[in-house]
């Protein structure tokens, strides 16, 4: 488990963000991306009849089309033990192998951090 209070600050607000997003919708899920502007997505659970995305996967998605290029942190706030495979895939496409995505519970704790690829 890592300290939430030791996270860099950044990091700490996508997580507060993916956490807000879960609580407010009422979805699953939870997710924040930063690009590499340091501009923030924030997204939850889509589930429609004829679309289901995870709330990472929207989160890329909303940064893929408001033009970010790069991703430098991802945050998932969700009751599983770990991100999905394909959702560190889609920060993958984006950020590269290397980007962390920080996995949280849903009372904001972080539980790990794993690198997207």
């Known amino acids: 488990m890592t300290d939430s209070n030791a996270l860099d600050p950044e990091d700490r607000k996508i997580v507060t963000l993916a956490r807000s997003a879960r609580a407010r919708n009422g979805v ?14 924030v997204a939850g659970t889509v589930d429609l009849p004829s679309l289901k ?45 290397g980007t962390p995505v920080l996995v949280a519970s849903p009372d904001g704790t972080v539980r790990l951090t794993v690198s997207a690829g």
């Open 28 to 41: 699953p899920e939870g997710a924040a991306v930063r690009d590499e502007m340091g501009r923030t997505y």
């Open 53 to 97: 995305l995870s709330a990472l996967q929207t989160a890329v998605a909303m940064a893929v089309a408001s033009g970010a290029t790069s991703l430098e942190a991802a945050a998932v706030v969700t009751v599983a033990e770990a991100a999905a495979e394909v959702d560190r895939a889609a920060v993958a496409d984006l950020g590269g192998a």
